[in-house]
């Protein structure tokens, strides 16, 4: 570790909360598809902040919209009707089935607005007393008290009893198990088609197909969590299009702006009538800023093809990686994905791997400690996973 990253590391645990086991790196600067140290030393982004810079750092044209839109209008609260945030709206609702959207600042946000108006359309549309969600083992739905809640793994809610009743999780891909928990208190199921911080596991057709017809036959709503897989992660704009399904509500958030913050529910008609004025709110969600970054990125997506290019780029970076399992067929147990959103699952510890990738310059994630998940952005050159796989394959023959 360098003089310069220690020292900053010093400073860093001396006035910020311990809640981050951080990298051991310091990012300085960063431009499309890299990512730079203290040092001036050149990474492959394979990360994109997590699934957010779809569109790459720091884009020409994103920065022209924010710069010329904070010399016209920042932010004046929900209280006024924005051209921007309606401008948004109408763009995000042309990509999907929904009729509405509610915008607000990260993808927890979103989610508790989704178990809000799930509860409250019940309670006000339906007349009826549900307010039970019925989440599955190992996904992750934020960091909120009711979406901590919601997470089906229990790391995340440890000595945060007690927690908020109305929330049930069963196992995975397991529809008799989903059918036994529903009663007359329950109002939703909610689900990520494609668990990402669980190593990027989807959920099967089949299943996908059965819970639908489940919910419709018990009268109760499907929300979809879409945070990660939204918006042309998967090769679509959204991961429950490839299953040829309409949810009543699904969010999204984290490449919405490509860095900033911001989040957004969206539901059918019906279901989003149970929202009334006073019954949800937020101060900055959708503000002008924000929602004219997020129509520029909409509009670069649509004229740049990013979809098409994501489900292109996937399909070979998978073909890539399932070859590299053939080659070590005792240390990669399965590759999986969809689009840019990859989970390589090693049969051995992790860590050294991970370290020795980016020592070699390239950012991806650990997470389970032996899944390498990988969200690059969506415009990465073909030719850097090449390069990933590459070295990938050198350090699991060593390993």
């Given at each position: 570790m360098s003089d310069a990253l220690s020292a900053l590391k010093e400073r860093d645990t001396a006035s910020i909360c311990n809640t981050y086991a951080r990298y051991p790196l310091a990012v300085e600067r960063a431009s499309g598809t890299r990512l730079y140290d203290s040092s001036g030393k050149e990474y492959v982004d394979l990360l994109a902040g997590i699934a957010v810079c779809n569109l790459g750092h720091a884009n020409e044209e994103l920065l022209g919209t924010l710069t010329s839109q904070w010399s016209k209008l920042g932010h004046v609260s929900n209280l006024f009707h924005q051209t921007e945030q309606v401008e948004l709206a109408e763009r995000l609702l042309a990509t999907c089935g929904a009729d509405k959207a509610f915008f607000c600042n990260s993808g927890a946000e979103a989610n508790e607005a989704a178990i809000k108006m799930a509860r409250r359309y019940m309670h006000t549309v339906k007349d009826r007393d549900a307010y039970e969600v019925i989440t599955l083992d190992g996904s992750f739905h934020g960091r909120t008290l009711a979406t901590l809640t919601a997470t089906g793994q229990p790391k995340v809610k440890d000595g945060f009893e007690p927690l908020p009743e109305g929330f049930i999780t069963v196992?995975?891909?397991?529809?008799?198990?989903?059918?036994?928990?529903?009663?007359?208190?329950?109002?939703?199921?909610?689900?990520?088609?494609?668990?990402?911080?669980?190593?990027?596991?989807?959920?099967?057709?089949?299943?996908?197909?059965?819970?639908?017809?489940?919910?419709?036959?018990?009268?109760?709503?499907?929300?979809?969590?879409?945070?990660?897989?939204?918006?042309?992660?998967?090769?679509?704009?959204?991961?429950?299009?490839?299953?040829?399904?309409?949810?009543?509500?699904?969010?999204?958030?984290?490449?919405l702006a490509n860095g900033l913050p911001m989040g957004a529910l969206l539901a059918t008609d019906t279901v989003a009538a149970a929202f009334t004025p006073g019954s949800h709110g937020t101060t900055f969600g959708g503000n002008a800023l924000v929602s004219a970054v997020a129509c520029t990125v909409l509009d670069i997506m649509k004229r740049d093809g990013i979809c098409e290019k994501a489900a292109q780029t996937g399909a070979y970076a998978l073909d890539l990686f399932r070859s590299l399992q053939e080659r070590h067929p005792g240390k990669i147990a399965e590759v999986r994905g969809l689009g840019l959103i990859i989970g390589i699952e090693l049969t051995i510890p992790g860590q050294a791997i991970?370290?020795?990738?980016?020592?070699?310059?390239?950012?991806?994630?650990?997470?389970?400690?032996?899944?390498?998940r990988l969200l690059p952005p969506l415009i990465i050159d073909p030719a850097d996973l090449e390069r990933y796989a590459k070295e990938l394959d050198r350090l699991l023959a060593q390993a």
């Open positions: 196992p995975f891909m397991d529809i008799d198990a989903v059918r036994a928990a529903i009663t007359g208190k329950t109002a939703a199921v909610m689900v990520e088609l494609i668990q990402g911080e669980r190593g990027v596991r989807p959920l099967s057709q089949e299943y996908v197909d059965a819970l639908v017809a489940l919910c419709r036959e018990k009268d109760i709503l499907l929300i979809v969590d879409e945070v990660q897989t939204g918006l042309g992660r998967t090769g679509k704009y959204w991961a429950h299009q490839h299953y040829g399904i309409t949810p009543d509500i699904f969010t999204t958030a984290k490449p991970w370290q020795g990738l980016m020592d070699a310059g390239f950012i991806c994630n650990l997470t389970q400690g032996t899944i390498l």
